[in-house]
């Protein structure tokens, strides 16, 4: 079993950044298998939508395209963590955040957190 648990998330005023991180944890042997890591977000009423995700040693990095040159995702295996480094966050940007692990063809998600971005 992997658990993902986010953090980072809250308000912020627009132009202002936020790092989220997204640490996994549970069976070593699992873990160990972890491949790509991305991060989604959500708004009421609204389907998840991809954000931008890595490949396992980070050779490949996929943004949408609402987010590129503002937001870099990048990952730590040795200590199973994934980031979404934020910038010049816009109000349209305010959602749900997610993080999401491929290991082992499985899919795996974390809680969320919440980004509120003020004009």
């Known amino acids: 079993q992997v658990r993902l648990v986010e953090s980072g998330g809250g308000l912020v005023q627009a132009g202002g950044s936020l790092r989220l991180s997204c640490a996994a944890s549970?069976?070593?042997?699992?873990?160990?298998?972890?491949?790509?890591l991305g991060w989604y977000r959500q708004v009421p009423g609204k389907q998840r939508e991809l954000v931008a995700r890595?490949?396992?040693?980070?050779?490949?990095?996929n943004y949408a395209e609402f987010v590129k040159g503002r937001f870099t995702i990048s990952r730590d295996n040795a200590k199973n963590t994934v980031y979404l480094q934020m910038d010049s966050l816009k109000p349209e940007d305010t959602a749900v955040y997610y993080c999401n692990a491929i290991i082992s063809s499985l899919e795996y998600w974390g809680q969320g957190t919440q980004v509120t971005v003020s004009t």
């Open positions: 890595i490949s396992r040693l980070g050779t490949t990095r």
């Open positions: 549970g069976s070593t042997d699992v873990i160990n298998v972890m491949g790509w």
